[in-house]
């Protein structure tokens, strides 16, 4: 019985291995893999509650709460912790079995007086992880109970965003969980006639805080007063002090509820706002623009006239310089882009910025990979192919993972591929650099402070970019082409 109990391990000749190792890098591979669709292999995406978490922490005295177990609340946290290399702030309500069962108003209420009474926030955003989601648990009432009960104020911001794992990615849960805290903290603050002067920009999922102080830089230079929803760059890159700040940074409360009356509102992301936007156009005052993040000069360019437009403004002379800078370091160095095949992948918006940049250098951007993504989006980036020379035979691919990517780049090879870290391992196999761009990327430092946006991402991108092709030639060409100039 003992033995009919155990499972035997197949074992491997070193030859059927190694004979393994080759196969998955031919055509015949490939075209197996690519037909693949029940099983998904390192995705580009994460799942919708850390989206919510970077919105619910992204505001003055936010303390984002998860409804959820505790295992999840811990990947959300360590995945901004490795990140950022900061702390992250969030608490949960450990449903385990019982609550799977019973339900988790009892889980809630309990985490939710705690949470308040030891940390006081100003704001508790709740969103959800799937156990809630399988059975379905209610938290409107929830959170209504838990008031009526005087386990937490009664005036306490407690915006709420169903955020299922299972389903969609990280950019939806943060539409959802942008669109619960403005609907909660606008509600009955609209006043007609009433106009802040202030633009409004909704940066939309963006890891890179370097990219959020830009746009506020841009927003200085030009006189525009401005809110930002949700604004994370105080939260994750604060300064070290020698003190502990609980609540670092994020936007005011009050200016997010008064940003209904503003003069204009940007989304600097599309496919990430989705929800946010439609909700903005039907009861915000004033402009309300959908943009491409602006990576290169062109996209910049239409950002900063979009700005001057809506405010009336002249371009300071210092935004012309630095076009005109970024231009020369562009003029310089595209001998090292030029004509070279690149793989990217990445969060919607974030792989159009690096697409449109990418053209404008002559780089030929042979893979795009978009993990999660619709019929809409390949049509866009199809389109934003094809205006280009340089974007034709550039191929790009939806709902598929970095599995697949493999098979493209070990079968058709590119120089390079542009992602976040998850591409490390492709980029390993197919022994060709992997340019950090996105998120998380956890395994360098201080990426994430180098905005990649603007004239002076630009300048930035096309310098990571450019010198580590300089650095494979000084490693890899033989001595007598050794030069001290390149």
């Not at 291995?17 to 075209?31: D, G, H, L, M, S």
């Not at 169903?162 to 509600?187: A, E, Q, R, V």
């Not at 939309?204 to 746009?215: A, H, K, P, S, T």
């Not at 200016?255 to 990430?272: H, L, P, R, V």
């Amino acid at each position: 019985m003992s033995e009919a109990a155990l499972r035997k391990v197949t074992e491997h000749t070193p030859e059927e291995i190694e004979k393994v190792k080759a196969w998955i890098n031919t055509e015949e591979y490939k075209e197996k893999n690519m037909a693949r669709e029940a099983l998904v292999v390192n995705p580009a995406h994460a799942c919708q509650p850390l989206g919510a978490q970077m919105v619910a922490t992204s505001f003055e005295g936010s303390l984002p709460f998860v409804h959820g177990s505790q295992g999840c609340a811990s990947y959300f946290r360590s995945t901004f912790t490795r990140h950022y290399r900061e702390p992250s702030a969030a608490t949960c309500d450990a449903m385990t079995e019982d609550g799977a069962v019973f339900g988790g108003q009892n889980n809630l209420h309990e985490g939710m007086e705690n949470a308040y009474t030891l940390y006081k926030p100003k704001m508790m955003p709740v969103y959800t992880t799937c156990m809630p989601e399988v059975i379905g648990d209610d938290l409107t009432s929830f959170i209504r109970n838990a008031k009526q009960k005087g386990l937490i104020p009664e005036d306490l911001p407690t915006p709420y965003a169903n955020t299922p794992s299972f389903n969609g990615t990280h950019i939806h849960g943060y539409d959802s969980m942008l669109l619960s805290i403005l609907k909660d903290l606008t509600k009955d603050q609209r006043v007609e006639d009433k106009c802040t002067g202030k633009l409004n920009i909704i940066p939309g999922f963006d890891g890179n805080v370097g990219n959020l102080r830009e746009y506020k830089r841009i927003c200085d230079l030009m006189d525009i007063p401005y809110t930002m929803l949700a604004d994370s760059s105080e939260v994750f890159d604060s300064g070290c002090d020698g003190e502990y700040k609980m609540y670092p940074g994020g936007t005011k409360l009050e200016d997010a509820a008064e940003s209904i009356n503003g003069k204009a509102t940007i989304a600097m992301q599309k496919y990430s706002t989705l929800h946010t936007m439609k909700f903005i156009n039907a009861e915000y005052a004033g402009a309300k623009e959908v943009m491409p993040m602006p990576f290169g000069v062109k996209k910049t360019d239409e950002f900063i006239l979009k700005l001057a437009e809506l405010f009336g403004k002249e371009v300071p002379q210092e935004l012309k310089d630095e076009r005109a800078r970024a231009v020369d370091a562009m003029t310089d160095a595209h001998q090292y882009l030029h004509g070279k095949k690149l793989a990217v992948f990445g969060d919607p918006d974030y792989v159009i910025g690096i697409v449109s940049f990418l053209l404008e250098m002559g780089a030929r951007p042979w893979y795009v990979v978009v993990s999660r993504a619709t019929k809409k989006f390949k049509k866009e980036m199809d389109a934003l192919l094809e205006t280009s020379m340089y974007g034709e035979g550039c191929t790009c691919y939806i709902n598929k993972d970095l599995w697949h990517m493999r098979s493209l780049v070990m079968t058709d090879p590119v120089d390079g591929i542009i992602g976040d870290t998850h591409g490390k391992w492709v980029a390993r196999d197919a022994k060709i650099p992997l340019f950090r761009i996105g998120f998380p990327i956890i395994d360098r430092v201080n990426l994430h402070r180098s905005p990649v946006v603007g004239y002076t991402g630009a300048i930035n991108m096309l310098s990571m970019i450019a010198n580590k092709f300089l650095d494979i030639m000084d490693e890899t060409c033989e001595d007598q082409w050794f030069e001290m100039m390149r």
